[in-house]
């Protein structure tokens, strides 16, 4: 793995290296003390992740990460910095992936390099990993979009109205998620709701998200004959809330149940990127599917290579969301794969899955998804499905209602 570090204070430098020096038989580090030092040193070789230092003379750190996505989109975009006021820090949402807080342990600073290599190895089309890694936010449901912006317009905005508004919204979510697990704005603990990560991030900065950055934008209209962002929206909410309920049925801990919650909410969200990135492929893969009568999973590969599921893993970790809420993103498709076959988050999204699409079959979901009994039986879970399903048609009703 090739490591470029900036920083302009020489000291910082040579204590990385100090730091990082057990890892200069797996890792190839150069350090550069400037934006423009470093973008030579990229011209000259590429590097598989990139670590910036914020406040720099001349070309500062969100400048630098720019035209890194610019010029060498793959590269792998973290943020290491002091503290920066909210106007520099909103600055670097967009072209950054990560942002990690100094003074950073060693084992977070590895682990966050090590986890972001691995990723590159996620996905095996490079057109889809290129245009991913250049993805700063994800269009949000145009409804949604516009009662946020209403709401941050009024002079008494209320936090809760906006928190709601967030937590409905499959994009938002994501991106409030990634900027509240990072060290963006210094949490000590790992947040798995998107209205509560809304409140600590506070009023201010989502403003500036919305009103400021444009890291939150609206679906543009689309031309998809299948394809429905309404119902896509619509499902999305649903299993987040099926996933929700499975896990308290089977009285699950409570970062379980919103572990569960998170992913299913954004378990779909690689069909937002093919959607709002290559419609016209996208409409061939399910076009595909209703012709064949595919499930829409196996028509994604065919068209595309990976499916919708590893494309939302792939990004959702390229941001940083913790392990337990990309996995099930990951394996919502095939949770046999998965390492663990244990009742878990991915066991609930699974199964909420497989029964809001039997409540609501759509085009755009291809055949029919069929739950699979032996993985359930496998897990000690076989005779539970009947009960999850009467729940969550309970629920189902009852929303209608």
């Known amino acids: 793995m090739r ?21 200069r038989r797996q890792w190839h580090m150069k350090f550069a003390q400037s934006g423009e030092e470093a973008l030579k040193i990229l011209a000259e070789s590429p590097y598989d992740v990139i670590v910036s230092d914020m406040r720099m003379p001349g070309m500062d750190g969100a400048q630098l990460l720019e035209k890194v996505m610019e010029r060498y989109p793959k590269t792998v975009r973290i943020v290491l910095s002091g503290h920066s006021d909210q106007d520099m820090i909103l600055k670097s949402v967009g072209p950054s992936h990560q942002y990690l807080a100094k003074p950073c342990d060693v084992k977070i600073l590895k682990s966050a390099i090590e986890r972001a290599c691995a990723l590159q190895n996620m996905l095996a089309n490079e057109t889809l990993k290129l245009l991913v890694s250049q993805i700063k936010s994800l269009p949000s449901f145009p409804a949604l979009y516009f009662e946020l912006i209403e709401e941050m317009k009024k002079p008494n905005c209320s936090m809760d109205k906006v928190g709601k508004i967030i937590n409905k919204d499959i994009s938002m979510s994501a991106k409030i998620l990634q900027l509240v697990n990072s060290a963006y704005f210094g949490l000590p603990q790992k947040v798995a709701s998107p209205a509560q990560a809304a409140k600590l991030i506070g009023l201010d900065a989502i403003r500036g998200l919305v009103l400021s ?39 699950q801990p409570q ?43 196996d028509a994604e590969y065919s068209v595309f290579s990976p499916s919708h599921a590893e494309l939302g893993a792939y990004l959702l970790g390229l941001w940083g969301l913790p392990n337990p809420v990309v996995e099930p993103v990951f394996f919502h498709h095939t949770p046999k794969q998965h390492l663990v076959q244990q009742f878990n988050a991915l066991t609930a999204v699974y199964a909420a899955n497989v029964i809001e699409a039997s409540i609501h079959q759509d085009d755009w979901h291809g055949s029919p998804l069929v739950i699979d009994t032996d993985y359930l039986s496998s897990i000690g879970m076989g005779a539970r499905f009947a009960e999850w399903e009467k729940a969550c048609l309970k629920m189902a009703r009852k929303a209608e209602n």
């Not at 939150?216 to 962002?229: E, V």
């Open 213 to 251: 950055t444009h890291v939150f934008s609206r679906f543009n209209h689309l031309k998809l004959r299948i394809f429905s962002i309404d119902k896509l929206w619509s499902h999305s909410v649903a299993t987040g809330a099926f996933a929700k309920e499975i896990c308290k049925l089977e009285s």
């Open 3 to 23: 490591i470029l570090f900036v920083d302009d204070e020489p000291n910082v430098l040579q204590g990385l290296r100090r730091s990082l020096h057990d890892m």
């Open 255 to 297: 970062n379980i149940v919103d572990e569960a919650f998170i992913s299913g909410l954004l378990h779909d969200v690689g069909s937002v990127v093919l959607a709002a990135n290559l419609p016209e492929k996208y409409e061939e893969a399910l076009e595909l599917a209703r012709r064949e009568k595919l499930c829409a999973y």
